[in-house]
């Protein structure tokens, strides 16, 4: 089983719907990161939280340290929304930093205008 | 402020030969990682330098190898290519060295093919 599991692992929906998806994993943990990976290939770091909710935009991530398991929601989706989301985490045994990330395979998002 | 450049794009082998790949770290950040990201996996943490040397390495064999040069800019090599080191190959950089959580600016990635 793998450490972290992302659902649904593929996404479509219309341009304006709000969007969740979520991430679970079985360790315990000292962060879990959010990435969003354009279609060429680069990756944008979206949020790094350990606790509560962080807001960026139309960007929600919200993580429960007890159930293990993190949600990155948007809001008023757009098609340039379009892309895979990716949750890390950094396991609170294994350590470290950048080095130490257990990433989910991914979910792959479309928004359709 | 330019962002972490990676080089090159597209790169194509044959299995035995070697390749290089390089990332630029932004300005000011001294610690560079590399992952691989092998079609159908998620990312896997390759290699990690800080101030010229080597901190961590993954489950990788030691055919994967890399440096850090004093502007903080990195190669990675990868020696008897095989066919399933076929993979983006995406580069990262972050300030510091205490193995801080903090952000993580990625590179676009080199895409490695190996015939």
């Known amino acids: 089983k793998n450490e972290v599991e992302q659902s649904p692992q593929n996404l479509t929906a219309q341009e304006g719907e709000f969007i969740t998806i979520n991430c679970s994993y079985s360790?315990?943990?000292?962060?879990l990161h959010w990435l969003q990976q354009h279609p060429g290939g680069g990756i944008v770091s979206l949020f790094m939280?350990?606790?509560g909710k962080k807001k960026h935009g139309r960007l929600i991530a919200t993580i429960n340290i007890q159930e293990k398991h993190s949600s990155l929601h948007i809001t008023a989706s757009h098609p340039r929304d379009s892309a895979v989301y990716i949750c890390?985490?950094?396991?609170?045994?294994?350590?470290?930093?950048?080095?130490?990330?257990?990433f989910g395979k991914g979910t792959h998002l479309i928004i359709q205008p | 402020e330019a962002g972490v450049t990676q080089s090159p794009t597209h790169l194509i082998k044959t299995r035995g030969q070697q390749a290089t790949l390089r990332c630029s770290p932004i300005?000011?950040?001294?610690?560079v990682y590399w992952y691989q990201q092998a079609l159908g996996l998620g990312l896997q943490f390759l290699l990690w330098?800080?101030?010229?040397?080597?901190?961590n390495r993954g489950n990788f064999p030691p055919r994967f190898s890399g440096r850090q040069f004093p502007n903080y800019s990195s190669e990675l090599n990868v020696n008897a290519l095989e066919l399933e080191d076929s993979a983006l190959y995406l580069c990262?950089?972050?300030?510091?060295?205490?193995?801080?959580?903090?952000?993580?600016?990625f590179g676009e990635g080199s895409r490695l093919t190996v015939l």
């Open positions: 990262a950089s972050s300030l510091g060295s205490s193995r801080n959580t903090g952000e993580l600016f």
């Open positions: 360790v315990g943990i000292s962060a």
């Open positions: 939280l350990s606790s």
């Open positions: 890390a985490v950094i396991s609170r045994i294994k350590g470290g930093g950048a080095d130490g990330l257990t």
């Open positions: 300005s000011g950040h001294t610690s």
């Open positions: 330098y800080d101030e010229g040397e080597e901190r």
